[in-house]
């Protein structure tokens, strides 16, 4: 069973802090930095995703302006983005290779619908960094606090000149400041030592971080709220309610973005064939907009559910998404967008419970969406729709994601099915539960009932 925790250590950032310019020059100077940093970077970046595992510690291999200090972090920097890169790949790799399985199982079977195609597997390409950031740590980036003076930090950093290293000043917002100074002592909280630079639209700015350490308020016995999640509903609660949805305005956002890209691409076509040398780019701008716009829903949505005044004082059970449930979830076209984004629900629900210090415990999700919350009987056919749910043994009927929530509900703490090695035990367990079910329901004649049509829930 899993371990109860009772305090939780979180990383809190202070964003958005614009690098402001005293004496000319010295941006000048950071922006030369990063232009043999990203670069660089990337090579590192290629290195690990294609010729060798990541390696923090590798030992620099490529011709640089950089110090060796500066070449460290960059290839810390490139080791994690290819780890999480590589992660990912091997997710959906594996993923694709139970379905070509299942594909061939099907064949050899002779219940392949005629219309299936096999599955096929199209290789990652390896991500290309366009954005400018910069992870660094207090060996080329030094946070010294500023006595005496205007701004409150100054942000000592080496550059491209030996012994030359620039200082630029730091100065907090008001909100900021609030945030870093503990309300029982007055005095401001240590900041860690690695700070992040990014550049945007012209302006570079600083991300720093601090760790905090915050009790779980809830006790273990506190009534549990599932939740489960998906995209027609980021989030539904087996209470019955909804918080927010990728239809609407975000989906109506997609469908003009994808309209634009197909009208650039048309033009690159057609400018190529006249010869012409300079092209347009491919990379959108718009693309990068609407995701930062669905995060900023989900985290919405998130943020009402944890403060809806009767989820006061309860503790939450949420699912652990596997690539194979995301895509189920998000089966309909541009599914990668989607299932990216399916992802971040829980890693909100995580980091929500975490900083208000309330319980919320991730559950095993397999079959918890065709799960009779009732009887227990597990079947595809208990679900006649997307939105519906109807059980084919005992007849019971409601909206598909709270008959799903509530199943999640239920398995907080369930150690039987924490124990299962893999989905096909989940399921045995789940027939197991639904036949003692059947039989402690006596001699009633219990046959199946019809549903009636879709059951109806409250929204907010
Ligand atoms: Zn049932």
Known sequence: MKQRKSKEQITRALTHIQLKETNGGKLAVLDEVASVYLPLCQQYVTLFCIDEQPD???VPCFDTPLSERWQRVAIQQAAGIAQSWRTNREHAYQSYLQEHRAYHERQAAGTLHRATKEPQWQEWSVPVLRQMCIQANANVALLEVAEDSTFDYWLKMSTLQKRQPIRVPVKLAAYHTEQLTDPKTGKRKALNSSVTLNKREGAWWLTLSYDEVVAVQTPPDAPVIGIDVGIANFLTTDDGKHY???????????????????????????????????????SSRTGQRLRRHVKQSINRAVNECFTDKEHAG????????????MKFKARAQNAYLRASNLAHIPQQIAWNAAKRGRRATRVPSAYSSQQCSVCGYTDKKNRPSQQTFCCQVCGYETHADVNAAKNLAARVGDSELYACQDKHAIKALLMERHEAWTQHQGKQDIGPTKCQGIASVSST
Request: glycine residues 6%; positive net charge; contains cysteine.
């Open 56 to 58: 923090m510690f590798r």
């Open 244 to 282: 927010g949805t990728f239809h609407g305005k975000l989906r109506a956002r997609h469908k003009r973005d994808r309209a634009k890209r197909r009208r650039k691409a048309k033009l690159r076509a057609c400018l190529k064939k006249k010869g012409v040398k300079k092209l347009p780019s491919t």
């Open 314 to 325: 309860v503790q939450f059970a949420y699912e652990q998404l596997s690539i194979a449930t």
